[in-house]
């Protein structure tokens, strides 16, 4: 084979499973969590009873876990949180944010890695597109290597060992399997701590006004999966530490906060929204949210944060509030996907 071939990165659209296999290739398949295909009640509930589902994500014994799922909260989380989905819905491709910015985050990275002989594409946890389906597309498109990339900063077993999980399961129904790696967090790599502290500056150079507070907000996890030896509540605390050493920030200025609780068990404190309650009640008029643990914006950044946490500021006192936009598909974003990238396929190519 000429050394051409095995050169220039491209990205795997739907219908290329069938196309001629292109020897030692290798792909680069970047996972996040997913989202429904609709806000209405079914999609919603197929997205929920999927995510739900997953052992990885809830803990709870299954002959306590499954009734309670199917009779309870898949009868009246889907309208709920439907509505939610709906205010932050992209109408023009009716799709999630996710989604959206999860295909650009694909496309950007494919262009970054040009000179290297890979295929990038994506998949989600959840939902579309499956992590089989385009894991299978790239074995058939001749990836002979597989680099999968979990889209999450801190490792938790509830998002990254979730989707090594898939992939290895994918995995067990070939005869002729590629080779798989898997990226490690990155939650200390100063690529992503400047690329977070250039964000966090140039939107606050945005503003028409100066926060006297900036939160960083984590999704949080039940305090019991750390206790069992989750180690994402350290790394969360170690990102933070960083950024704030690279802003020059006290820790009163950039403050860490866990937000997206579920469920009745005590999760990872202080929480976001009460933390905003308490800031606007002594008095704070000015705040913004940075939310680090969001590889893209999606449903917790856009209207946990954006819309309901904004509320609350303003319901208690505060007047000016700011969401941060996550790294997403921007400059910043995109040179930390090709750094990790770029680290993790050392020996390949
Ligand atoms: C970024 C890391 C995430 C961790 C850690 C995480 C843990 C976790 N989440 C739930 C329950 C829900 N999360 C939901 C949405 C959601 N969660 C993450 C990320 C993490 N979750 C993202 C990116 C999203 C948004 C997806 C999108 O389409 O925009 C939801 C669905 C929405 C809702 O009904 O509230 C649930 C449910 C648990 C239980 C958990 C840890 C054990
Ligand atoms: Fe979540
Ligand atoms: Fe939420």
Redesign the pocket.
């Known amino acids: 084979m000429a050394a051409g071939d095995l050169a220039g990165s491209d990205t795997l659209t739907p219908g290329s499973e069938g196309a001629a296999a292109r020897a030692r290739r290798i792909g680069v398949l970047i996972v996040n969590l997913g989202s429904p295909d609709g806000t209405s009640y079914w999609p919603m509930r197929r997205y929920l009873g999927e995510f739900l589902s997953d052992r990885r994500v809830i803990e709870v014994p299954r002959a306590l876990w499954l009734p309670l799922l199917n009779l309870v909260i898949l009868s009246v989380r889907p309208q709920k949180s439907g509505k939610?989905y709906a205010s932050i819905w992209n109408t023009a491709l009716d799709e999630a944010p996710l989604k959206t910015i999860t295909r650009a985050q694909s496309e950007k990275l494919a262009t970054a890695l040009q000179d290297l002989p890979v295929t990038v594409d994506w998949a989600m946890r959840y939902g579309k597109p499956p992590v089989a389906e385009r894991l299978k597309a790239m074995v058939d498109a001749g990836c002979d290597r597989v680099l999968v990339v979990p889209l999450y900063p801190q490792y938790a077993a509830a998002t990254t060992a979730t989707v090594n999980d898939v992939a290895f399961d994918a995995l067990k129904t070939m005869r002729r399997q590629p080779a798989l790696r898997t990226a490690p967090n990155w939650h200390d790599d100063p690529v992503y701590i400047d690329a977070l502290a250039t964000s966090i500056i140039d939107h606050l150079a945005t503003l028409d006004f100066e926060p006297e507070v900036v939160l960083a907000s984590f999704h949080g996890v039940p305090v019991e999966y750390v206790q069992k030896g989750d180690p994402y509540a350290d790394q969360c605390r170690e990102t933070v530490r960083l950024l704030r050493a690279r802003l020059g920030w006290s820790e009163e200025r950039l403050r860490l906060t866990f937000?997206?609780r579920f469920g009745k068990a005590e999760w990872l404190q202080p929480y976001t929204d009460k933390t905003v309650e308490a800031l606007a009640k002594s008095g704070v008029k000015r705040m913004a949210v940075v939310m680090p643990g969001f590889a893209a914006d999606c449903?917790?950044t856009l209207?946990?944060i954006g819309e309901e946490n904004a509320e609350i500021f303003h319901e208690n006192g505060g007047e000016d509030f700011s969401a941060i936009p996550c790294l997403n598909d921007s400059a910043g974003g995109i040179a930390v996907l090709e750094r990790v990238v770029r680290r993790e396929l050392e020996g390949w190519v």
């Open positions: 939610a937000q997206s449903l917790e209207e946990e």
